[in-house]
């Protein structure tokens, strides 16, 4: 439980003046001040576990790349004994980065400055005239190495947290956990990523992106609107949802959680019906799964499936699997199904991060994966079409990213920064029938209630003291 700790601002404005739980309303200030942004890089990136990547990008001993954790440079490091560390990436003599490199292999940090040098779990080894007291008689040498953050890996996923006897991350993801499990856990075999992750600056406050990663389906509609007219979900006019209508794809469940995780899954029986002529209801999981593999799953590889989940979590994963959503507090996943002109579907399995980088910058931080099994040709098409759809160069992500700056501009206006995000559009009828999964869940068309959820958790751990 977090013991409540509320903030006055310099202007006398407290954090909770900022948010509305009787109409679920934000004000927009919240987008862009400078005093936020310092206390959100203590109060919720130094506390809670922090997506940095995937154990594939660093496979042998000694690989590392560097990430940030909020405003903190890392080094994420495999050590000889195949374990994944993360230490802060400053030196202890002089506060220089150690690491200068965004990628590379070995087992010694050398910080350029003084020399000083580490191992890949943070461990300091020496400084080159240790002999001269280059490091002093006041402080151990087991006590001058770099700060290590605690680390836990999920389906290959490395997270990590300075909060160290905090919650576990099972514990951090709570009732997601059951819904992650079928995208991230899926095969033996794992998944890995198709090369490094792209990268690229915005001009907007970290939290436009995250909001709006938090579920948000309503933009789809107008933002995404080429997606229906020319896009891979296209239809005839005298289809359902005519032509350039995507109001069908919104429709399904949605799930939130107390931590601010969000999921949109989103209904497959209509894709079950175009493909088999049968009524969804006649089928078994295995049977729908068989003609409508997930994401990055080949019919090859559903026997796996059958075996790894439980008969709830088949039932989602072949009804209303989880297709979008987010993770708190900056990363979203996108497992989607890509409708190809010859009929068949193709997988879009990717993962963002959205990095702080001031009250009014991030970094776009886009990882693509597969399942390791996966045949070569099919990670190549997966690859190709992940990037033309999700990646810097990617219809949907290029919109998205032109409407963050927008909303980072206007909350610095005198007048518009006083007007409130509403977030007022309720689901009011509980789960579905035979909903298998925990957590919070609404059925029907997209709604604002998962959003929301990460507004709440915002505003908790910014008014906590723990």
Request: aromatic share 10%; glycine share 10%; hydrophobic share 35%.
């Amino acid at each position: 439980m977090h013991q409540h700790a509320e903030t006055t601002l310099r202007d006398g404005t407290t954090i909770s003046d900022l948010i509305n739980h009787e109409t679920r309303e934000v004000k927009v200030r919240a987008l862009s001040d400078p005093e936020l942004y310092e206390l959100e890089m203590e109060r919720i990136f130094a506390k809670t576990w922090i997506f940095l990547g995937h154990e594939t990008e660093i496979p042998n001993k000694g690989d590392f790349v560097t990430r940030d954790m909020g405003s903190d440079a890392v080094i994420v490091a495999r050590d000889r004994d195949n374990e994944i560390h993360v230490s802060l990436n400053v030196c202890p003599h002089r506060a220089m980065r150690v690491q200068t490199h965004d990628a590379g292999n070995t087992n010694v940090h050398m910080c350029i400055y003084h020399g000083w040098a580490f191992k890949p779990n943070g461990d300091f080894i020496g400084a080159p005239i240790e002999k001269e007291c280059m490091h002093g008689k006041m402080t151990p040498k087991d006590q001058l190495g770099l700060k290590k953050a605690r680390v836990a890996l999920y389906g290959g996923l490395i997270f990590a947290t300075w909060n160290i006897d905090g919650p576990s991350l099972e514990e951090f993801f709570g009732d997601a956990k059951y819904y992650f499990d079928t995208l991230f856990l899926r095969t033996k075999g794992g998944l890995e990523v198709l090369g490094p992750p792209q990268r690229f600056r915005i001009n907007a406050n970290w939290k436009t992106a995250c909001e709006q990663s938090a579920a948000d389906g309503f933009h789809t509609l107008t933002l995404h609107r080429w997606l229906g007219e020319v896009g891979p979900y296209a239809k005839k006019p005298d289809a359902e949802g005519k032509g350039a209508d995507l109001s069908p794809e919104m429709y399904g469940s949605e799930v939130w959680t107390d931590h601010g995780h969000a999921l949109r899954c989103i209904e497959l029986d209509r894709k079950i019906v175009r493909l088999t002529g049968k009524d969804p209801a006649e089928l078994t999981p295995a049977e729908k799964l068989t003609v409508l593999p997930p994401p990055g799953i080949t019919p090859a590889m559903v026997p796996e499936l059958l075996e790894r989940f439980d008969d709830g979590q088949l039932k989602l994963m072949s009804w209303r699997p989880p297709q979008v959503g987010g993770f708190f507090p900056n990363g979203l996943f996108e497992f989607i199904y890509l409708p190809q002109p010859d009929g068949t579907i193709i997988g879009a399995c990717a993962l963002h991060a959205y990095i702080p980088k001031g009250p009014d910058k991030l970094e776009f931080m886009n990882w693509i994966f597969a399942e390791k099994d996966t045949p070569p040709e099919l990670k190549a098409r997966m690859l190709r079409q992940s990037v033309q759809m999700l990646g810097t160069s990617g219809m949907v992500e290029m919109e998205d990213s032109d409407t963050w700056p927008h909303q980072t501009e206007v909350a610095k206006g005198a007048m518009s920064k006083t007007i409130t995000m509403k977030y007022q559009a309720l689901f009011e009828n509980g789960a579905p029938e035979g909903w298998p999964g925990p957590g919070h869940v609404g059925d029907g068309f997209t709604k604002d209630d998962t959003q929301w959820a990460w507004w709440k958790y915002w505003h908790e751990l910014m008014t906590s003291e723990k």
